[in-house]
């Protein structure tokens, strides 16, 4: 097993019963790629091409509002599959960016490869459907959340979800993610810790 790809084979082997030799036949098609801080993956129209798998670092998504003003909208932490799920089916040119917060180790599969690969192997039809049911379910948490819980309940829970990725998001990207000024989270910040 190549290292750069223990992580991916330990989320897969998690999910689904698959042979190493099968998984090994899927890494060949898999490319390592290297993200410097800062760097986009992709941006607003370009049409994405690829899933990919983080093995290190923090990516987040974001997208511009009526003022021109960029919002984060999704934080992807190590261990996690990304790619503009929007633009899978058809190839709808991208309504977001992705860009690499820290520097950033990923595997990547270009996406014109995936309809030989679940011919090939059903099983991976199996994990990609249940990567993008846990997506969805990610997504329709968060619309509920952002509806029924207060400001301080969604810090909080976004806090508990990943703690040591959430103290390396930067205070404004933080702050767009849940729809308020950095001023106000800073309060609110100041707040929950003298509590």
């Known amino acids: 097993m190549i290292p750069m790809f223990t992580r991916l084979n330990n989320y897969i082997q998690k999910r689904i019963n698959i042979s190493q030799e099968e998984l090994e036949e899927v890494f060949k098609q898999c490319t390592y790629k290297e993200y410097k801080k800062g760097e986009y993956l992709l941006r607003i129209g370009e049409q994405c091409r690829f899933i990919g798998f983080l093995n290190t670092g923090l990516i987040m998504s974001t997208l511009i509002d009526n003022d021109g003003k960029e919002l984060a909208c999704n934080f992807v ?4 599959f990304f790619t503009y799920v929007e633009g899978l089916a058809e190839n709808r040119s991208s309504h977001k960016n992705f ?5 950033c180790e990923a595997i990547i599969l270009n996406k014109e490869h995936l309809s030989n690969l679940f011919k090939s192997n059903q099983k991976f039809e199996t994990l990609f459907f249940l990567f993008f049911i846990e997506d969805l379910g990610y997504m329709l948490m968060d619309e509920q959340r952002n509806k029924t819980l207060s400001l301080d309940e969604r810090y ?3 806090e508990n979800q990943c703690p040591q990725a959430f103290q390396r998001i930067p205070l404004k990207y933080i702050a767009t993610y849940l729809g308020v ?3 106000s989270l800073s ?3 100041k707040r929950l810790a003298t509590k």
Do not use: F, K, Q, T
């Not at 932490?77 to 996690?80: I, K, P, R």
């Not at 860009?99 to 520097?103: F, G, Q, S």
């Open 156 to 158: 909080l829970n976004c």
């Open 99 to 103: 860009i690499a917060l820290e520097n």
């Open 77 to 80: 932490y190590e261990g996690c």
């Open 187 to 189: 309060r609110l910040r």
């Open 181 to 183: 000024e950095p001023p």
